[in-house]
């Protein structure tokens, strides 16, 4: 003890640390993809997401992280074919259990004679096209056979930028540039500054990345990713008078507002894999102000407009599409015009499975 | 929560430099960290009254255990002004803007007058009768000993903060959360050690800044541990310059504490014991994986902040006691409770089971019902001073007869002192400890039973 001297440890101490941030910075690690899942703890049924410990779930921005988590990430076996699911949080499966959602009723309810038809769901409550195309361009690494795209007004205009697409603005700004497509982010963002890449700077995701690997333990031991149903009020037959959509207060032409150039470029980046995109199921209101308005979040004028040119794009851009928006009934909601019941996800599979075998049976 | 304790690290730095009025620098620091530290709670205005009812309570402890001719020094009345001073810059801080330090809800300055004036009312009218101090000190005892029962029973709590909500002009109702008052616990034994003390003639005489400095001592204010006001003074009034080893071990410490803390007991609470894992884990493998993290999530978190403690209050020249000593490595429960929260466990055996043992003696109580008397009601208080439910009862309970089972085994059986049996004894005494954590970790008993059967193959 005598033989060190204090101010040398404490400048030794300091260097390395200094040093550590530095060489982090400078060769950003992929961190994301040191992951225990699908080797000691499953692969998640679901992309992570939530608010932390006592919720079993934690959100990560980081792309690898996000993937290796995900049982998306295990070895393709011979005779898989795999059908990815895009969109948001109602493909996600907000409220329910991972084996309640979409992916899991179409995994129960479809099947091929001769081959092992696997759902993957890769939604995440976050609808923008931008985080779909970005998770699109990541899914090719995991050999997809069939993309089941969901679709929303609200997914295909364009938004602030969250935390998940800054945290991966690189592949962001990439992919804007490879597809020449209309909105970047450019201008929202400079790029990341050395402060920002060191490990100081990335304490927050690095600390989350840690939390969702403890996480696996809790999720190996009870096959779930979010706590119980709580009570939620059930949505209103009655929605208010407002015309209001997005950023218009009245009737608009939106034939210049949705980003089908996001759709294009996954078309693009997968030529040999199909793509079904669908208009996803919305509640539809029947009591007061329901002439004007589906439900709380689209007036008539914009969703009739909406469905109508996605599907002359549809048409147009010869694309798989299938529009499910009225099959089904309220009581197949939950707490949100968009999220689906168990049952909700049930219809909503069995509306969709001769599509799925159209491309996925021989 | 890291930037508070970086934030106090650096104020531990500057003060350790602090040559003149050192006492007053760390009491008005430690009165200041109070105040800025104290979590939200309901009703908001309690985010003011919780800290100041600390000050209060050291202020009119310090005066109720000094002796009359002691208080008025010089040094006293100008720690009463600094002290004043600081509450002012408290009350008129929501005016600096950007500036503004402390998140607490501030009353008007009428209110904090009044609530000032009627403290220094009381310990005038305490301080006619100079041969009342003992009364005065016997009242504060059990007065503390009510608050602090209060303070823990949700009922006793409801009602108290009912009954003080008009007083505190607050006039429509809220619905309280339960109250989290910092470092009450701490600060609460500090005192009644010091009334006891001062009863039995034992307490050495503290200055005003000097006590109130002992008391909310910044580095402890909010998981100890629990230091003695004699071993405490000559620290603060004669600090000894830091040496080389003293900034290795500042170092060290608060490093390994913040490693402990934040990059292992953080992640480790994702896979440990809570209600929503208990109530859906059927399998009792993973059921002690839970177990075992929340032993070990308990143990870091706690003993990381005493790390931080330690380095902290060395960078102020003072030693604080060690408060954990590789607890999990102990070969049986006694050794077990002479190193987990050693402080804690001292200050009852000080002032509870030794006076008890003694008292049970005189009563000519038989030797194994006096000792089994005072360990399971020693373990008892040590749970409700956790919080007064049946979960830290139930734990209290099982350490209890856990410490009785081990002192009479101990005293029939001789065993070989081989590593074996050392090896042995570590495992069992580990594993009791983790299955009475099951009863700590869950605020149910029915919970904690499925749990246990879970954890043992028992059929649910």
């Known amino acids: ?362 | 929560m890291l930037n508070q304790i970086l934030a106090l690290l650096a104020v531990a730095l500057l003060l350790g430099q602090w040559k003149k009025a050192r006492a007053t620098g760390v009491m008005l620091a430690s009165v200041a960290a109070v105040f800025w530290l104290q979590p939200q709670t309901k009703p908001e205005n309690f985010t003011f009254w919780l800290p100041f009812a600390s000050l209060a309570l050291s202020v009119a402890v310090w005066f109720w255990v000094t002796p009359p001719e002691l208080r008025p020094q010089k040094e006293n009345w100008l720690a009463g002004l600094a002290l004043a001073g600081l509450l002012l810059w408290v009350d008129v801080d929501r005016f600096l803007g950007d500036f503004s330090i402390f998140p607490v809800f501030t009353p008007r300055w009428q209110v904090l007058s009044a609530a000032v004036g009627l403290l220094a009312l009381l310990l005038a009218l305490t301080a006619i009768r100079s041969g009342w101090r003992n009364v005065w000190q016997q009242a504060a005892f059990w007065g503390l000993l009510i608050l602090f029962g209060a303070v823990k029973l949700p009922g006793w709590q409801n009602a108290l903060v009912n009954g003080i909500l008009p007083l505190s002009g607050t006039s429509a109702p809220e619905a309280p959360s339960m109250l989290g008052w910092l470092g009450f616990s701490y600060i609460a034994f500090r005192l009644l050690h010091t009334l006891k003390d001062a009863q039995n003639g034992r307490l050495p005489p503290a200055r005003l800044d000097e006590f109130v400095a002992y008391v909310l001592f910044f580095p402890t204010l909010s998981a100890g541990p629990i230091e003695r006001l004699e071993r405490f003074l000559p620290q603060l009034r004669s600090p000894q310059p830091l040496r080389e080893e003293d900034w290795i071990f500042a170092l060290r410490r608060v490093l390994l504490g913040l490693a402990k803390k934040f990059g292992a007991a953080n992640f480790l609470a994702a896979a440990a014991l809570n209600e929503n894992l208990a109530s859906q884990t059927q399998s009792p493998g993973w059921m002690w994986v839970f177990v075992y993290a929340y032993a070990l999530q308990i143990y870091l978190d706690f003993s990381g902040y005493t790390d931080v403690a330690l380095g902290m209050a060395r960078l102020l020249s003072i030693r604080l006691p060690e408060n954990f000593s590789r607890p999990y490595l102990q070969p049986n429960l006694t050794l077990f409770w002479n190193n987990w929260h050693i402080t804690l466990t001292q200050w009852f055996r000080a002032y509870y089971f030794n006076p008890l043992a003694r008292t049970l003696r005189q009563w000519k109580i038989a030797p194994t019902l006096a000792v089994l008397l005072g360990q399971l009601s020693t373990m008892l208080l040590i749970g409700l001073w956790h919080g007064a439910s049946g979960n830290y009862l139930l734990w209290g309970l099982w350490h209890g007869l856990g410490l009785f089972a081990h002192q009479r085994w101990a005293g029939r059986v001789k065993l070989p002192s081989t590593p074996l049996w050392r090896g042995a004894g570590i495992f069992f005494t580990f594993h009791f400890v983790a299955v009475g954590w099951v009863f700590f970790a869950l605020g149910s008993p029915t919970a904690a039973w499925r749990v246990l059967r879970v954890l043992f193959g028992v059929p649910l």
């Not at chain 1, 009723?105 to 939604?123: D, E, I, M």
């Not at chain 1, 700004?173 to 050395?194: E, G, H, I, K, W």
């Not at chain 1, 700077?201 to 979010?226: E, F, H, N, P, V």
């Open chain 1, 1 to 362: 003890m005598k033989n060190i001297r204090a101010p040398w440890l404490f400048a030794k101490t300091l260097a390395f640390f200094l040093l550590a941030n530095l060489l982090f910075a400078l060769i950003t690690p992929p961190v994301g993809k040191i992951s225990g899942y699908n080797w000691l703890f499953p692969g998640r049924e679901r992309l992570p997401f939530g608010a932390g410990a006592s919720d079993l779930n934690i959100s990560v921005d980081d792309l690898n992280a996000l993937f290796a988590s995900h049982k998306i990430s295990q070895a393709k076996q011979p005779g898989e074919y795999r059908v990815l699911l895009l969109g948001d949080s109602s493909i996600w499966g907000e409220l329910l259990q991972p084996q309640e959602t979409l992916a899991a009723a179409l995994q129960n309810s479809v099947a091929c004679p001769g081959r092992t038809l696997r759902f993957y769901n890769l939604g995440y409550p976050h609808p923008s096209v931008q985080k779909d195309l970005l998770f699109l361009q990541e899914a090719q690494k995991h050999q997809p056979d069939l993309i089941l795209w969901a679709l929303t007004p609200f997914s295909l205009t364009p938004k602030a930028p969250n935390p998940l697409l800054l945290q991966n603005f690189e592949q962001v700004l990439a992919l804007t540039a490879q597809y020449s497509l209309p909105y970047d982010y450019a201008n929202a963002q400079a790029p990341r500054s050395l402060y920002q890449k060191s490990i100081v700077g990335q304490r927050d995701s690095l600390a989350r990345m840690a939390l969702l690997q403890a996480l696996g333990i809790a999720w190996g031991a009870t096959g779930k990713d979010t706590a119980p149903l709580t009570a939620y009020p059930p949505l209103s037959p009655d929605v208010k008078g407002s015309l209001a959509f997005g950023g218009f207060d009245a009737p608009q032409d939106l034939s210049q507002t949705f980003l089908w150039s996001y759709l294009e470029a996954g078309v693009q980046m997968n030529p040999h894999t199909p793509i079904l995109f669908f208009n996803e199921p919305i509640f539809v209101a029947s009591g007061k102000n329901s002439d004007v308005r589906y439900n709380a979040m689209y007036p008539r004028w914009a969703y009739d407009q909406y469905r109508s040119l996605l599907r002359q794009t549809a048409q147009t851009q010869g694309w798989q599409y299938v529009d499910v928006w009225d099959i089904i009934p309220p009581q197949g909601f939950t707490d949100n015009p968009l999220h689906l019941s168990a049952q909700g996800e049930s219809l909503l599979a069995a509306a969709l499975q001769p599509y799925i075998q159209q491309n996925a049976c021989p």
